[in-house]
């Protein structure tokens, strides 16, 4: 059997051509920020949203060019996460770049919940944010490799991976083998000219966690402030791009010197 290498992928679309973009949980917050920055570089978006839809609908009537359009689908649902591809690519003859950002964060301290509640927000959390996004990367890979395209997929993981979730222990979990997951794929996918790439955020100022943005979080960068959700979706650009292209495999930390590693 010849080396995947042999079948020279085609390059990703030039910087100035439209590349067609799938970002997972773009209703609101990271998610709305990084398909804006995408629709700004030129590119065409899919809108994916799963309960959210008039936050979605929102995000998609404030994007620039035209040509996107939202997607709805419950990617803690395998069959629903392969009608979503099937619809997309019904809709779009290739897709380039997915990015994994739809994720559920559902407190559960451990004194605090009861073993049945723990078994549920434990296996809901892994549903969407493990299993939701190692299914959307393979449909999205299995594409990319039977057409050739030389794609990126760019997962959204957490500084919580490695700085801890306390009340949260599911979710931490679950960015830990997000991250792992990337980089496994992007061994894998290597040879087919595949990029994939993960970023890791500490406190975003966004809708989900407005309440938790207390003067001691925002101390927790010496830049004494938490991210804006354009800084993320600056880097998911960046990672996505073909020139980003040796930093595939990479974890990059987007917390503002708040975690160090």
Do not use: C
């Amino acid at each position: 059997m010849s080396s995947p290498h042999h079948h020279g992928p085609e390059p990703a679309p030039a910087p100035d051509q439209t590349r067609n973009v799938l970002v997972t949980g773009a209703s609101r917050g990271i998610g709305r920020a990084i398909a804006t920055s995408f629709a700004q570089n030129g590119d065409r978006v899919i809108v994916h949203h799963h309960t959210r839809r008039e936050e979605a609908e929102h995000t998609l009537a404030h994007l620039p060019g035209k040509g996107h359009f939202l997607l709805q689908a419950d990617l803690a649902d395998p069959q629903a996460t392969a009608d979503l591809f099937t619809r997309v690519l019904t809709s779009v003859d290739h897709l380039h770049v997915l990015v994994n950002n739809a994720a559920v964060n559902l407190p559960h301290p451990l004194t605090e919940t009861s073993y049945t509640d723990w078994q549920d927000l434990w296996r809901r959390t892994m549903d969407t944010n493990v299993f939701g996004a190692a299914n959307a990367s393979y449909l999205a890979a299995r594409h990319m490799i039977d057409q050739g395209i030389a794609g990126r997929i760019v997962n959204v993981g957490s500084r919580g991976a490695y700085r801890g979730e306390p009340d949260h222990p599911a979710y931490g979990a679950s960015k830990a083998a997000l991250h792992s997951l990337g980089q496994s794929l992007a061994v894998a996918l290597a040879p087919y000219g595949i990029g994939v790439a993960s970023v890791a955020p500490g406190f975003v100022r966004t809708e989900r966690v407005a309440h938790r943005l207390t003067d001691a979080v925002r101390a927790d960068s010496p830049f004494g402030r938490v991210a804006s959700p354009e800084e993320i979706a600056d880097a998911v650009l960046h990672l996505a791009s073909p020139r980003a292209l040796w930093s595939s495999g990479a974890v990059l930390d987007v917390n503002g010197a708040s975690h160090l590693r």
